[in-house]
């Protein structure tokens, strides 16, 4: 993007927290949500005399991701001690890494608003460990104190650091949505971006356009949704070419997004001198991972949304939007395959899928896609029962409702709510017969040539069966009618 | 060599509030850690790869198997001040 005659320039921070059952460290429980403090001990509250040992679980997912992004996996690598001081920090440095770490050199693919697919490169990615939680006493300029919760320090983090080569927020957004379906498919994070499973911290710098050399650069913090990121970017682009335009310079700063209020505005920076004094664990000894190991992580790569999406269209022959649709997460891709295994029809599937179950369910939530009442069983039961003729495509829609609200299978509903759909020719044609018979000036517009009096006849036919009726037996039905009367 | 103002700097970071007689002190300590440092650098070590760990051990790591967690009661047995069971902070001023 070009703001006029300034480049764009945008790096992301992206910090996954891993789906391990225990924390990076020691053996507490990873579960979200639990009472505070119940889930910690001297290992991550960094009691002295307590060591650290590694989750070897969240090296494999580390590794996993790394090879989905193609990233070189060094062989050695190591953690260290990062050093600031925060509350939520109990040891007042948190175990990272900094020089060696796990994977560096990868590279995302994303879709551009043009429709290309364009490469980000991606700089290194790393494994950390969590801090805690802090909850304010009262409001945040009234608190007096701040409550500390410690079942989150320690939770296994990836962070994964973008090259700067994002061009717009736009293209930002697409990253982080790239980003976060393949973590979602790799099954080593949760993707839930509201829960603090996903968080993104932005690099944002504005240069003369076509210049070499990168502008200064702002960080933003605290955007915590897809569209805060946007927004949030947006603004700071704004802002930095206001402050060019003015003749101004850009002051290297960090600033927080405020979502309510739609700015960014500055930390104070004076306590964050990034002096973190990085220096190797010494209670952790380094990773020299086994070359072995990393093949078979790799032999078992699941496959990944890009893939998945070329494959929906040239198995299944789906438009591209029904494919990038159907393959936002996994959990939606399999509910779609599961779907189509069932009832072979993998277009109309797919048009049920993307309009009656999105409508019901957000795509993106693996959970709830996996917890659907409709099944994909079900709603290939639902789909068999329009195919054979049993109900319309309309009272479909209908059925599929109520399968939602209670649960039922299609057949079950149907059989209940006695919405088979009236294909007996003999009852059929008395309808049309009276329907034509209560309408004389109908018949008379037809005769003048008006033909789409017919569909007149056909619409108070349906209705009159209360949407039962066959629609096509129907037309032909009326149009035989007509013809006849015509003819006399 | 380390300065007055290095000292200060460190302190601060580390949240140590030191009068000016322990400056001085610290000044003075870590000057003599430094100037064993130095007598270390003496050592020829061309060819020997950057050392971070003495011990020739690596990849000790666990299974991701959760282990019984401590009680909330003792963790916060030591805690300066709590509300519940959270540990209670002076109020953070920064943002």
């Known amino acids: 993007m070009t703001a006029g005659k300034w480049d764009v320039v945008i790096g992301l921070e992206v910090h996954a927290q891993l789906t391990t059952r225990t924390k990076m460290f020691c053996g507490c429980p990873t579960t979200f949500g639990a009472p505070p403090n119940t889930q910690t001990c001297p290992v991550c509250q960094g009691m002295p005399g307590t060591l650290p040992v590694v989750n070897r679980r969240a090296i494999e997912y580390g590794v996993r991701t790394a090879l989905a992004f193609d990233c070189r996996v060094n062989h050695a690598c190591r953690f260290a001690r990062k050093h600031y001081y925060y509350p939520d920090m109990p040891k007042n440095f948190q175990i990272s890494q900094y020089e060696e770490p796990l994977a560096e050199e990868g590279w995302l693919e994303i879709d551009r608003p043009d429709g290309h697919a364009r490469r980000i490169g991606i700089q290194r990615l790393h494994l950390e460990e969590d801090v805690g939680k802090l909850v304010h006493e009262g409001t945040l300029e009234t608190a007096q104190a701040s409550l500390v919760d410690f079942n989150r320090a320690g939770v296994p983090l990836m962070e994964t650091v973008s090259k700067p080569e994002i061009r ?110 990085y220096f190797p664990e010494p209670d952790l000894v380094p990773l020299k991972l086994d070359a072995a190991w990393i093949d078979e992580i790799r032999r078992v790569l699941p496959e990944l949304p890009r893939a998945r999406r070329q494959r929906f269209v040239a198995a299944y022959g789906l438009p591209a939007y029904d494919a990038a649709l159907l393959t936002q997460s996994r959990a939606l891709a399999e509910y779609y395959e599961a779907a189509v295994r069932d009832f072979p029809q993998p277009k109309l599937v797919s048009n049920w899928v993307m309009s009656e179950l999105l409508r ?116 032909k039905l009326v149009e035989a009618e007509l013809e006849k009367l015509t003819k006399t | 060599m380390i300065s007055r103002d290095d000292v200060a700097h460190v302190a601060r970071l580390a949240r140590l509030a030191l009068t000016d007689a322990e400056l001085e002190r610290m000044r003075e300590q870590l000057n003599a850690i430094l100037a064993h440092i130095d007598a270390l650098r003496a050592v020829d070590t061309t060819g020997v790869e950057p050392t971070s760990h003495a011990v020739p051990q690596f990849n000790v790591m666990r299974d991701d198997e959760p282990r019984p967690c401590f009680p909330p009661e003792d963790m916060l047995a030591n805690a300066p001040d709590r509300a519940g069971d959270f540990f209670r902070v002076p109020r953070i001023i920064e943002e």
């Not at chain 1, 003749?247 to 960090?254: C, K």
């Open chain 1, 168 to 277: 717009s927020p736009e293209e930002a957004a697409a990253y982080l949505r790239a980003f976060r379906a393949v973590l979602v498919y790799l099954g080593v994070c949760d993707g839930n971006m509201e829960e603090g499973s996903l968080r993104c911290d932005a690099n944002v710098s504005l240069k003369p356009a076509g210049a070499a050399r990168l502008g200064t650069k702002v960080e933003i913090k605290n955007m915590n949704s897809f569209r805060n990121v946007q927004r949030a970017l947006e603004f700071e682009v704004k802002r930095q070419t206001e402050a060019l335009d003015r003749g101004e310079r850009i002051v290297q700063e960090t600033r927080l997004w405020d979502a309510d209020r739609g700015y960014t505005r500055s930390m104070r920076s004076k306590e964050f001198a990034h002096d973190y004094r």
């Open chain 1, 360 to 475: 019901e369910l957000p795509g993106d939530d693996e959970r709830a896609i996996e917890q659907a009442t409709v099944t994909p069983s079900r709603l290939a039961g639902l789909l068999r029962l329009i195919d054979d003729g049993t109900i319309s495509g309309k009272i479909a829609k209908t059925v599929f409702e109520t399968m939602v609200r209670t649960g039922e299978e299609a057949a079950a509903i149907v059989r209940r709510e006695g919405l088979t759909q009236v294909a007996d020719a003999g009852a059929l044609a008395a309808m049309v017969a009276s329907a034509i018979a209560g309408n004389p000036k109908a018949v008379e517009d037809y005769r003048k040539g008006k033909t789409a009096a017919a569909k007149a006849f056909v619409g108070q036919v349906m209705k009159a069966s209360g949407g039962k009726a066959n629609p096509a037996m129907v037309s």
